[in-house]
């Protein structure tokens, strides 16, 4: 079981508060076993349905076969580090503006399990700390 | 261990009904640093607040009109409660159930007011 977590903040939304990002083992052994696709094929996957999304036709959206297959037929990238795999996270499952553009301060921030607080009564006001 | 790769399932005795397999699952830790117990194609979850989360999948799905369902454990003070899809963001300008994550919410049905709980389970039919 990993130790690693992501805390981020999104800056389109300044008010919101920071958002935790928990990967899943099974997830994490695939990536340290070379079990994934190049991180582009999801970007690929990601830009035509925002697309979709932009033009208003995603509530039936599908998407293109060729680049769906991807996902399975795409050369392994071969093994990852659990650091790596994290950094590979960041990139597919936190949005790319959190990540992709220089900001003030940073956006977000890998961290070890024991810096995430366990207590939740104020969980709507956490903030990252820089 | 051998892969079966098929692209139909069927009944083999009388009218040949098509099974439908479950895509990806999860249950869920909503509580303390939040947690994925178990699951299957399931990469991350994103605590975005109380009783909020986000479940990313490790494999996109095909198409956007997947079918998802959730369930939280009966509380004893007999409230009502779920777990919901959010139906869009709330600018409504972004879909927040899209081929590689859903967004969710654990609430009592009869307010807004949303709850952290252990053992969400989430089932996916693609």
Known sequence: MTNYR????????????AMVLVPSDNWLSDAMDGKLPPISVYWELQDDEQKAIDEGRHSTFKHDPSKWEKQFTAPRIGKLTEEEAMEYLVMKDIPRRVWSVEYNRPMFKIVKKEQIPTNRQFRNAWEMTQ | MSTLKVNTLEEATSGGATYYTAKAWAVLDGTGSVN????????????NGTGTYTMSY????????YSWVGTVPHFTDNTKRAVNIFASAQD?????????????RTGQTNSLNSFDTKNICITVVA
């Open chain 2, 36 to 47: 994925v117990t178990d699951g299957g194609n399931v990469s991350s979850l994103t605590d």
């Open chain 2, 58 to 65: 490790s494999t996109a799905f095909a198409s956007s009109t």
């Open chain 1, 6 to 17: 992501v805390i981020y903040e999104d800056p389109d939304h300044p008010e919101q508060t």
């Open chain 2, 92 to 104: 409504g300008t972004a879909s927040v159930k899209t081929t590689s994550a859903t967004k969710m």
